[in-house]
C-alpha cells in the first residue's frame, strides 16, 4: 500500500523550542487519520509540515512517495480547512469555492459548475452569491470544506475544524466529515485537541506530547490499551496508579490505568476516602483518594451516592487494570 | 445632575470656535468675486467673476498648476510603492531591527518640515544634485511614504494572515496571491493614504522652499503673489481651487475607509 504521507526522523525546531522533534510517521492513501494533543504539543506544526508553510529544520517528508523538500504550498497536491476557515472577505461564496480553479485558469462557466458542485456536495446549493460575512460558523465551514476540495487533492488537511462550532453541530459535522471523506476517498488528516473527536472519526490516532508522538493506533487501542501514562490520562481520563501503588496491588512495578467507568463502590475493596462529588448527567463523578492517589469514579444513575468525607471500599474486575509495562 | 444635552454656553462657545476656524476662509472665498484688486478692502467695493476668467489666462498660474500636480502625483505613486512593501514587511514578518525600521519610516512627518528642508538641501549639495523637479518629487516623497505606510500597516495588522496562506494553499503562487487576495484586501486602505499623501504634497510649503530650484509650486507661487499689489484676487480664486483640489480626496478617503472596522478574514 502507498504512503499517502511519510515522516521520516522529521523535526521543526524555533530556536531553543522543539515544536516538532524526530517524529516518524505513516499515514496510508484512503485513511482517516487523526493528530491528537494538548495545544503546543506540536499536531499543528506537523500540519503546517505537510501544508508546505513550515520548512522541517531536520528529516524529510514524503508525500505519495515524492520527497517534499522545498516544493512550496502551491506546488504540493494537498489542501488544507483551516481553523479559522480564512475566507475570502472579498470575495462571494462561489468565487471562494472556485479560487483554486480560477488560479489553474479554467474557464469561468466550468468554474461556476464545480462551485456548484462542491457546494452541493457539502449542503450549501444556491449560496453561490452571498458573501462570508452572511454566513453562520457552520455554513463557513461547509465552504471551507469545499474550497479546499475543489482542486481534487490527494490529501486533505484539516486543523481543528470543528472547535468554533457548538456541540449539536460538531456532533452532526463530525458524522458528515466521516461519511464525506469514505464517499470521496480521500486521505484525511486531522488535527484536533478533543479526545473524542479523535476516536469517533478517524481510522488511526497519533496521540502527541511535547513535540513527539506518544502513541500511534487504532482508537480502540488507544482508549484501552495506553503505552504511557500520558495517553491514558489525555485521551481516556483514566486513573494512573503509579507504580508503588501497582506493584502492591499486582507484584508488577509499572504504571496502570484504571478507567474511572470501570470502578464500583462496594461491600469490600480497596478502601478510599471521598473528596468530592458532582452530577454530570449520566452519571456521578465521585473524587476519591486512595493510597495517596487521587482517582475518578464514574457512579451510573440509580446508584447511592456516598457522602463527602466518606470511607467506602473501591473494586474493580481484574481485566480493567491495564499494566502499561512497555515503556514507563 | 448629568444631561445629555449640551449647555446654552457650551454651544455658543462650539460654535464660535469653528467659526473662528473657518470665517477666515470664507474670507478668501469672498474676496475672489472683489472688484477692486490692490488691497484687501472690507466690505467689497462690488462683486464680479472678471478674476476668474484672467486666472484662466495666466500662463504662470498653469505652471504651477501643473508642476504641484505632476510633483503631486509623482510622490505618491513612490510612496504607494514603498509605503505598501515597507508595511507588508513589518507587519508580515519578524527581524531584527524591525521596531526601529518601524520609527524611522514615521520619523519624517513627526520632524519639522524645516528640519527635513534643511537636511535634504544640505545632502543635494554635498552630492552635487542640481535643484529640479526630482528633488522636489524626493522632498515630498518623504512624508508621502510615511502616510501610505501607516494606512497600509493597520489594514496589514488587521488582515488575517492565514488568508494568505489559504491562497497559496489553493496554488496560487505570490504574486498571483498579492493580486487576488492582497490587494483587494487593502486597496480601499492605499487609497485613502495615496489621497491624502497626494493632498499634503499639493499644499507643501516649507520642504519644497528648501528643495526647489527656480521652479514655482502652486502654494511658492501663492506666496510669492501676495506681496505683490496687482491682480490680488486672482490668488483668491486659486486658492479655492487649492482648498478644492485638497478637501475633495480627503473627504473621499473619510468615506472609504469609514465602516471598515471588521477585520478582514476574520472567520468565526
Redesign the interface.
Known amino acids: 500500500m502507498t504512503s499517502a504521507v511519510q515522516f521520516t526522523g522529521v523535526s521543526r525546531h524555533f530556536g531553543s523550542v522543539r515544536a516538532v522533534d524526530a517524529v516518524d510517521i505513516d499515514i496510508a492513501e484512503g485513511e482517516f487519520f487523526a493528530m491528537l494533543g494538548p495545544s503546543g504539543s506540536g499536531k499543528t506544526t506537523c500540519l503546517r509540515l505537510i501544508a508546505g508553510f513550515e520548512q522541517p529544520t531536520g528529516g524529510d517528508i514524503a508525500i505519495f512517495g515524492q520527497s517534499a523538500k522545498g516544493v512550496p504550498p502551491y506546488k504540493r497536491h494537498v489542501n488544507t480547512v483551516f481553523q479559522d476557515y480564512a475566507l475570502f472577505p472579498h470575495l462571494n461564496v462561489r468565487d471562494n469555492v472556485a479560487y483554486g480553479l480560477m488560479i489553474a485558469g479554467r474557464p469561468k462557466a466550468e468554474r461556476h459548475r464545480a462551485a456548484e458542485e462542491a457546494l452541493e456536495l457539502v449542503a450549501l446549493p444556491g449560496y453561490g452569491t452571498r458573501k462570508p460575512s452572511e454566513l453562520s460558523g457552520g455554513q463557513r465551514q461547509r465552504v471551507a470544506l469545499a474550497r479546499a476540495l475543489i482542486n481534487q487533492p490527494k490529501v486533505l488537511l484539516l486543523d481543528e475544524p470543528l472547535g468554533a462550532l457548538d456541540l449539536k453541530l460538531r456532533e452532526q459535522m463530525q458524522e458528515e466529515l466521516k461519511a464525506l471523506q469514505r464517499k470521496l476517498g480521500i486521505t484525511f488528516v486531522f488535527v484536533t485537541h478533543d479526545q473524542g473527536e479523535a476516536l469517533s472519526m478517524a481510522d488511526r490516532v497519533a496521540v502527541f506530547n511535547e513535540g513527539k508522538i506518544v502513541q500511534v493506533g487504532r482508537p480502540e487501542d488507544i482508549y484501552y490499551r495506553p503505552e504511557v501514562p500520558f495517553v491514558a490520562d489525555f485521551v481516556g481520563s483514566s486513573n494512573v496508579l503509579p507504580p508503588e501503588v501497582t506493584e502492591k496491588l499486582t507484584g508488577k512495578r509499572c504504571h496502570a490505568a484504571l478507567r474511572p467507568e470501570a470502578l464500583r463502590i462496594s461491600e469490600s475493596g480497596h478502601v478510599a476516602t471521598v473528596r468530592a462529588t458532582s452530577f454530570i448527567g449520566t452519571a456521578t463523578r465521585v473524587s476519591l483518594v486512595m493510597d495517596d492517589t487521587p482517582m475518578v469514579a464514574l457512579i451510573p444513575k440509580g446508584q447511592e451516592i456516598p457522602a463527602v468525607g466518606a470511607q467506602v471500599n473501591l473494586s474493580w474486575q481484574d481485566e480493567d487494570l491495564h499494566l502499561m509495562e512497555a515503556r514507563s | 445632575m448629568h444631561s445629555d444635552r449640551a449647555s446654552l454656553g457650551l454651544k455658543i462657545a462650539a460654535g464660535a470656535g469653528l467659526a473662528f476656524m473657518h470665517l477666515p476662509l470664507l474670507l478668501i472665498f469672498i474676496y475672489a468675486f472683489t472688484t477692486e484688486d490692490k488691497s484687501y478692502q472690507w466690505p467689497p467695493p462690488g462683486l464680479t467673476l472678471k478674476w476668474f476668467s484672467v486666472t484662466w489666462s495666466r500662463p504662470d498660474v498653469w505652471e504651477a498648476l501643473s508642476l504641484s500636480v505632476r510633483v503631486a502625483a509623482i510622490s505618491t505613486a513612490i510612496a504607494l510603492v514603498l509605503g505598501t512593501l515597507c508595511a507588508a514587511a513589518v507587519s508580515r514578518t519578524k527581524f531584527f531591527g524591525r521596531e526601529a525600521v518601524s520609527l524611522m519610516v514615521i520619523l519624517p512627518i513627526a520632524l519639522p518640515g524645516i528640519i527635513t528642508g534643511i537636511s535634504l538641501r544640505s545632502a543635494f549639495n554635498l552630492a552635487d544634485i542640481p535643484f529640479s523637479f526630482w528633488t522636489i518629487v524626493l522632498g515630498h516623497a518623504t512624508f508621502c511614504v510615511v502616510v501610505v505606510y501607516n494606512n497600509a500597516v493597520a489594514r496589514f495588522r488587521r488582515t ?1 494572515g ?2 494568505i ?9 505570490s504574486f ?1 496571491t498579492f493580486r ?2 492582497i490587494l ?2 487593502i486597496a480601499t486602505a492605499l487609497l485613502a493614504g495615496g489621497m491624502l499623501a497626494f493632498a499634503l504634497s499639493f499644499d507643501e510649503v516649507i520642504v519644497t522652499t528648501f528643495t526647489a530650484g527656480q521652479q514655482q509650486t502652486l502654494p511658492i507661487w501663492m506666496l510669492e503673489e501676495l506681496v505683490r499689489p496687482r491682480q490680488r484676487p486672482v490668488t483668491n480664486v486659486v486658492a479655492m481651487v487649492v482648498v478644492l483640489v485638497t478637501f475633495l480626496p480627503i473627504l473621499g478617503a473619510y468615506y472609504l475607509t469609514r465602516g471598515t472596522d ?1 477585520v ?5
Request: negative net charge.
Open positions: 488575517s492565514s488568508l496562506e489559504a491562497s497559496m494553499d489553493l496554488g496560487a503562487d498571483q487576488h487576495v483587494p484586501n471588521t478582514a478574514g476574520q472567520g468565526k
